[in-house]
């Protein structure tokens, strides 16, 4: 019995030992451990705005992987959720958030980052990107989506806003302080009307001295302890769709710091996102100023708002994929099954470059539009490039939201039972985290409805293809087999768009919808063999991820009879 128990107490104290060693060999930072993402910030800076920019993100990296994902861990544990407390003890009315303090802690770490600091630098999206890609390692942490809506409101600043509101309220929204920084959120939703902004109700009264009342409820309220709220709302019950709202400016407090007649009703309890408060909310006469013309309220919302919330819900779905895949990776070397390490089988192999492969090309993507978008504030952009942003905007959105979720899903696969335990690993978090991020600012059929109304209306898709052919053009002399085999899906992409104006309009939606990922597979394709030829790697990995990427998602052919193709699955799955 002795020599039983002590060969079961072995076998157990080996099983431990392997996952203390993959607990161990678990990047120490995130930064310095993603290669990719290296070559792409050397790629995309320049120098006289983001002169201290590697400095600061081998700063944040080290504690993203450290501090703030042990605070992130408790702050997610059952009891430390974030509770609504509506009064102060003698009953003043706050409609306050009480966060377990493993929150602001978190909170003094990513805003410290200079995540939002950066628009100092206006404009500086992709300042503010790269820090928010990090934080994203430790998915939405409570706080990522909060920096998505805060940039929202800087933006609206930047551009719309009257100089004293300006003056009054900028430095806040940039101060890396956690004590003292400014919150924003954004109200868009209410009951009767997600998507269909047309259908909202809230009302606007003007006042004499240009201000506005706010009447209605949202049901939607992400982030409800904001210092700020951008809001729609309608001026007037004669002017229906989206050509009657207006966008609204929403201080919580007044200047004499009583609360801005609003009452929040209840907290959401959401799948994900746990300790983000969302609410329902209703608005008793908020005080409120109108942000730009009245005659482009929901333009001014579209284009300064909820697009910056797509590009950053982009790279927060960048950021929970590579989590997955550093998970699943490192796991992979140590867990053995059968006699040796899972990672030394072909399917585990293929599951992790599969996951690489798309991680790499959508990284590259998201990296590539914060650029742009700094370009086109600059106003350095051509006709063809601002028909490529608008549209690759949302097909970016679409494409990175399913890739989130599909990483930790097969994240949670290679782990196989432990996957699906809170306890043992990220990934369970990761999964809930990421259906969220799958649906904030638009689900996948609204979008590609609005792809679609823009390419009819707008042409976008000309500008579109045009400027995937300039990539491919200079990626030519480099790599030319890879620009044949996406000029090849470009032209079936091509002809598929050139048919759906015969179709009837039910038909035409439901062929565009696996249209969505193979346009957004091409340019991918494309932005990757450009940046090789840009930035001009030396390196077998980074060769071995484009190739595959080709191969799984452009020729769709796998040669798995080709011994040179398990040696990229060997390759690939070795890597972070």
């Known amino acids: 019995m002795t020599d039983e128990r002590e060969t079961t107490q072995r076998g157990h104290r080996e099983g431990r030992a392997a996952l203390e060693a993959w607990h161990e060999a678990k990047p120490d930072n995130a930064y310095a451990a993603d290669a990719h993402f290296q070559r792409l910030v050397d790629l995309y800076r320049d120098d006289e705005t983001h002169g201290d920019l590697e400095d600061d993100l081998h700063r944040f990296g080290a504690e993203v992987a450290g501090p703030i994902d042990t605070l992130v861990r408790e702050n997610n544990e059952p009891g430390n959720r974030p509770e609504l407390d509506r009064y102060t003890d003698y009953g003043t009315r706050t409609e306050q958030i009480d966060h377990h303090p493993t929150y602001h802690e978190a909170g003094e770490y990513i805003y410290g980052s200079g995540v939002m600091q950066a628009y100092e630098k206006h404009p500086n999206t992709f300042g503010a990107l790269t820090r928010m890609y990090l934080s994203c390692y430790n998915g939405e942490a409570g706080h990522n989506c909060p920096l998505a809506c805060t940039a929202g409101v800087i933006r609206v600043l930047h551009e719309l806003a009257p100089d004293d509101l300006r003056e009054r309220y900028l430095s806040g929204f940039l101060n890396p302080d956690y004590d003292e920084h400014l919150e924003g959120a954004q109200f868009m939703t209410e009951i009767q009307g997600g998507s269909d902004v047309g259908t909202n109700a809230t009302r606007a009264i003007s006042r004499e001295d240009g201000t506005y009342r706010l009447w209605g409820e949202k ?5 409800i302890d904001a210092d700020v709220f951008l809001m729609t709302a309608r001026f007037g019950e004669e002017t229906e769709g989206t050509s009657g709202l207006g966008l609204f400016f929403v201080p919580r407090r007044l200047e004499d710091g009583e609360l801005n007649h609003f009452e929040i009703r209840r907290l959401k309890d959401k799948i994900g996102t746990r300790t983000m408060a969302s609410a329902e909310c209703d608005f008793e006469g908020a005080v409120a100023y109108h942000m730009g013309d009245e005659a482009n309220g929901f333009k001014n919302m579209m284009n300064h708002v909820i697009n910056t919330s797509r590009l950053y819900n982009a790279v927060a779905c960048v950021g929970i994929a590579r989590r997955s895949y550093v998970t699943a990776q490192t796991y992979a070397q140590y867990r053995e099954a059968f006699g040796r390490p899972i990672r030394q089988y ?23 539009m914060a650029r742009l978008q700094d370009d086109k504030d600059r106003d350095e952009t051509t006709e063809d490039e601002e028909q490529f942003f608008r549209m690759a905007l949302n097909l970016n959105k679409v494409r990175t939201a399913k890739m989130g979720r599909w990483a930790a899903v097969q994240g949670i696969e290679v782990l196989g039972g432990n996957g699906a335990i809170e306890t043992f690993s990220v990934l369970p978090r990761l999964l809930r985290d990421s259906i969220v991020t799958e649906n904030w600012e638009g689900t996948h059929n609204t979008l590609q409805m609005q792809i679609m109304r823009d390419m009819q209306t707008y042409r976008v898709h000309e500008g579109f293809f045009s400027y995937i052919e300039t990539l491919l053009e200079e990626a030519r002399d480099e790599d030319g087999s890879h620009v044949e085999a996406i000029e090849t899906e470009m032209k079936a992409s091509l002809e598929t768009l050139a048919r759906l104006p015969q179709l009837d309009e039910g038909t035409a939606t439901l062929e565009m919808r696996p249209l969505m990922d193979r346009l957004a597979w091409l340019m991918y394709a494309a932005i990757r063999i450009w940046e090789r030829g840009q930035y001009g790697a030396d390196d077998e990995v980074d060769a071995a991820s484009i190739e595959h990427f080709i191969d799984m998602r452009i020729r769709e052919q796998r040669p798995r009879t080709d011994e040179a193709y398990r040696d990229r699955l060997r390759r690939l799955s070795e890597t972070f």
């Open 346 to 368: 072909p399917l585990i192999q293929e599951t992790l470059a599969d996951l690489k492969a798309e991680l790499d090309a959508a990284t590259s993507a998201s990296m590539h």
């Open 219 to 223: 049901w939607f309220c992400s982030n």
